[in-house]
């Protein structure tokens, strides 16, 4: 009976040792995992190399904004590269090292310093960038994935989207021809010289305005705003230059249903922001801004300040009737040997509404004064009502012969209906209050928060 | 029938053999291996740049640089951008140039071939650890990271002297593993060392006895900066230094440093140290055309006041005189001594760096007298060329009425001399041992090598 113990302990020792037997190494996949690598290290190398035309790229930045490059990629590990970062950069064609190997999955380093290490510049001087961060953008980019026209990275350490997509000979031929740069001035152009841009989108106007320079805190980003309920809603993505084109990063803008992904120029005047699905959309241009006035004045939003920084002069090209009355303060001022540096109005805070005349003495320019009235208002119901009687300083006082009835004829107690103003010289974004009872008569300025 | 007495020990053996085999690791087993897919040195030597490095530096002195980027080769916080390729070669060239050669020649080939870094890593920007920036760092007495170059250019002289100074700073730090640095060094500025060093001005330091600031932040620091600066700035930047930015504690400091390092050099390391200041200092003003590192330089500073020359002093025995010079000067002598005076030197005197005086100094019997000329004087501290021209005097009395003693015998020879054409300033002449670098100097007659006069040094009127 014992034998027989032993006999069954035995065998079921050999049965429990014998299943931790280690068999040959068998990969899950059906190659080691050097060999995986070393084909797709090959594989991305020959998609790039193979790019007949070279590519096209747009790369995100973690702090800037949008960077658009050309490049072509050779098989001794040589990159030429043109970029949107200087107007040198989108002309003269610069050359570096690259190579593809493992890291983090397959890697795309830039090795030797090119257009695109600027980005990563951590020497403000380079760039522009923060100290030590640069643009928070990579020198190493790891392999997402390929689609027959275009592949795509992501930045190893900022994680940002680099897009690159196959040009065609002509777009080739485009860049080397230096209309790259030509193509940059344009948009340029554009957004200094045509204002309170928008495009329509159904029923909805929606405003469009870019940076189109590469500062890292707004640089190379374009924005759509729209009012929803009263307030401003906006959508900001940022871009970069291709030869052509404008190309919103990552997936592009999403407004209301749309997804918005590149402009282009039709001509020197005349723009189109085309979404996903192809459609074009004009841009146009609105007198005023489209943005509801109210949605972005009041004491304690974006502007609470209409200011006329040349006390002189009212901003050019605008008929009001206010132009005589202050005219003839600015002559009364000048009679006594006096000039107005600027002249503001200002809303303080919930309830108090302040006139305020900077100026100074001919004879002592660098001593300026303030005259300054104030008073009490409401704000309902898109109204500003001044209520009671101005309270004023002893400047205002003393200058009493100059100001003459300026605050109390034109202001005290007076009923305004704050909105946008519209000039003959665009770009100046006016805004005024237009006097309740006498709508032609309305004092405007710049506006801005101080 | 297998007996009780065998059973057990049977069983348990075999127990034992099957654990050892069914743990067995199969030889088929192939471990994962992606070194070769990501080289620490992507080796690419198709390139004219990759052969040159390999001829001049990897065959050489079996030193690699690494200029192509790789992350793993810095801090993994920081940015820091690629070099531009272009620039590796140049920089490369005033490595083998500003620290290589001088290092060989004063130390020998085997010295360098063993202490040489081994791996030269380039970036093209500095390296910020927060916002201060690093142009250099030296890992484990094997590697030097060398930061900040695509500015890099050989014309620009200032930023040539800042990386080889990096260089040589960081270099110091490997020979420091060698053979440490001497105790008596640690103790010079013991109770000076602080922490905060970035919260000091570099005149703060200076005035303390350092370099710069960051010298301050301890011994080792501090040591590599004792080496850094005179060899790259030059003994005359050293000796100015001391002149204007510190206290006489300071300068006493420096003094003692500058004995210290010397010591480490000649005696713990077997190496000249001023023949290689010397070497260092010629390639920068001979190949780099550094203009701050010439005697002409350094007179416009205001740093050498006299130029004293005594053609009958040893010196001149040692190191050759000019035969023109001396002719020219023997015959003022001669006329002197016509005249029952003893010429014993003759010394310019820069008043300003534009105002020069001759003075001759003479005895009359047993008593020293001087005779003063005044000269107009323009020195260019990039080509050298010198000009004396002969103003009224601005005196009558003493040493100007002594003048008018040996006028007629001035004017003929050492006037006419000084004014025959243009001279070359310049630390001549170069046979001298480097122990008496930028401690003499003088001008060479323009297109006449053999013509030339020079003398020792002075910093005081």
């Known amino acids: 009976m014992k034998t027989i113990k032993h006999i069954i302990a035995v065998f079921t020792a050999i049965i429990l040792l ?3 037997e280690k068999k040959s190494y068998v990969p899950v996949f059906d190659e080691l995992p050097q060999a995986r690598v070393a084909k797709q290290i090959d594989s991305v190398k020959s998609i790039l190399t193979g790019a007949e035309y070279g590519w096209i790229g747009i790369l995100s930045t973690g702090t800037g904004g949008g960077f658009g490059f050309f490049m072509e990629f050779d098989d001794q590990e040589n990159v030429k590269m043109m970029a949107d970062l200087t107007n040198t950069s989108a002309v003269e064609v610069k050359s570096s090292r690259y190579r593809i190997r493992q890291d983090a999955g397959v890697a795309l380093t830039f090795d030797t310093y090119n257009y695109i290490s600027l980005l990563n510049a951590p020497n403000p001087n380079m760039y522009g960038g923060a100290i030590r961060d640069g643009f928070r953008s990579d020198i190493d980019f790891i392999y997402d994935h390929a689609t027959a026209d275009s592949i795509i990275f992501v930045g190893k350490r900022y994680r940002q989207q680099f897009k690159l997509v196959k040009a065609t000979a002509a777009q080739k031929a485009a860049y080397y021809e230096g209309k790259y740069l030509v193509n940059i001035n344009g948009f340029r152009n554009f957004f200094s010289t045509k204002f309170n841009n928008y495009i329509e989108l159904g029923s909805d106007k929606i405003a469009v305005g870019a940076v189109t320079d590469s500062s890292l805190a707004t640089g ?15 959508v900001t993505q940022k871009f970069g230059y291709t030869v052509d084109k404008m190309v919103m990063t990552d997936a592009g803008a999403a407004v209301l249903d749309k997804r918005f992904i590149h402009a282009a120029l039709k001509d020197a005047n005349t723009m189109a922001i085309y979404d996903a699905g192809g459609t074009e959309y004009l841009v146009k241009q609105n007198p005023v801004p489209l943005i509801d006035f ?10 609470n300040s209409i200011f006329v920084p040349n006390g002189t002069s009212l901003p050019p090209g605008v008929t009001s009737d206010f132009n005589t009355v202050y005219n003839d303060l600015v002559n009364r001022f000048a009679a006594s040997g006096r000039t107005i540096r600027d002249f503001e109005i200002k809303l303080n805070n919930s309830n108090t509404f302040a006139i305020r005349i900077n100026y100074y003495a001919n004879s002592a320019p660098t001593t300026v004064y303030l005259a300054e009235a104030l008073s009490s208002y409401t704000f309902e119901d898109g109204i500003i009502k001044l209520t009671g009687n101005l309270s004023i300083n002893g400047n205002w006082n003393t200058r009493a ?24 010289v665009p770009g100046l974004n006016l805004g005024g209050l237009y006097r309740v009872d006498q709508p032609t008569a309305f004092v405007y300025g710049v506006m801005r928060r101080s | 029938m297998i007996s009780k007495f065998f059973f057990k020990p049977i069983v348990y053996s075999g127990l034992l053999i099957i654990l050892l085999n069914s743990c067995r690791k199969d030889d088929k087993f192939t471990p994962i291996n992606m070194n070769d897919l990501n080289p620490d040195v992507p080796y690419n030597a198709n390139t004219e740049l990759d052969q040159w490095l390999k001829a001049n530096l990897l065959d050489v002195y079996n030193s690699e640089v690494i200029y192509r980027y790789s992350r793993y080769h810095h801090e993994y916080d920081r940015n820091i951008t690629p070099i531009d390729v272009d620039r590796v070669q140049p920089f490369m060239e005033t490595v083998i140039g500003g620290f290589a050669n001088p290092y060989v020649a004063v130390a020998g080939m085997p010295f360098m071939k063993v202490n040489m870094p081994k791996q030269w890593v380039l970036y093209g920007s500095s390296s910020y650890s927060s916002t201060t920036a690093y142009w250099g760092s030296a890992v484990g007495g094997v590697r030097v990271n060398i930061f900040d170059l695509n500015n890099f250019s050989k014309s620009n002289t200032s930023l040539v002297r800042d990386r080889l100074g990096t260089i040589h700073h960081e270099f110091t730090h490997i020979l420091n593993q060698r053979v440490i640095i001497p105790a008596e060094f640690r103790e010079i500025s013991k109770s000076e060392y602080t922490g905060d060093w970035q919260n000091m001005t570099d005149a703060q330091a200076q005035n303390l006895g350092f370099m710069r600031a960051y010298s301050a932040q301890n011994p080792m620091e501090d040591f590599a900066d004792m080496v850094k600066y005179p060899v790259v700035w030059g003994p005359s930047w050293f000796e100015n230094l001391i002149r204007t930015r510190t206290s006489a504690a300071g300068a006493a400091a420096l003094r003692a440093k500058e004995q210290s390092v010397l010591q480490y050099f000649n005696s713990g390391l077997q190496i000249d140290f001023r023949e290689l200041q010397k070497k260092v200092q010629l390639y920068l003003k001979d190949t780099i055309k550094d203009p701050e590192v010439t005697f002409p330089y350094w007179i416009n500073q205001g740093l050498y006041r006299t130029v004293t020359i005594a053609p009958d002093d040893q010196m001149y025995q040692d190191y050759g005189s000019s035969d023109v010079f001396n002719t020219v000067y023997n015959n003022m002598k001669t006329y002197m001594a016509g005249l029952g005076r003893t010429l014993l030197n003759m010394q310019l005197r820069f008043n300003t760096p534009t105002s020069l005086t001759v003075r001759l100094n003479y005895l009359s019997g047993t008593s020293a007298f001087a005779a003063d000329y005044d000269f107009a004087f323009a020195t260019n501290a990039n080509t050298g060329i010198t000009t004396f021209t002969k103003v009224a005097q601005s005196g009558t009395t003493g040493s100007y009425s002594n003048a008018q003693i040996f006028v007629s015998g001035f004017e003929t020879t050492i006037q006419a001399y000084l004014t025959s054409g243009t001279f070359i300033a310049d630390w001549i002449p170069l046979s001298a041992p480097a122990s008496v670098y930028a401690k003499i100097a003088g001008f060479t007659k323009s297109g006449e090598p053999g013509n030339y006069f020079y003398g020792t040094l002075g910093q005081t009127l």
Do not use: H, M
């Open chain 1, 18 to 20: 014998a299943s931790c």
């Open chain 1, 220 to 234: 190379k980003r374009i924005t759509f705003t729209r009012t929803e309920d009263g307030s401003a809603v906006a």
């Open chain 1, 401 to 424: 012969a100059q100001i003459g009835d300026f605050g109390t004829s034109f202001f005290q107690g007076k009923s305004f209906r704050p909105d946008w103003v519209s000039s003959t």
């Open chain 1, 294 to 303: 109210l949605s972005v004045y009041a004491y304690n939003k974006a502007y």
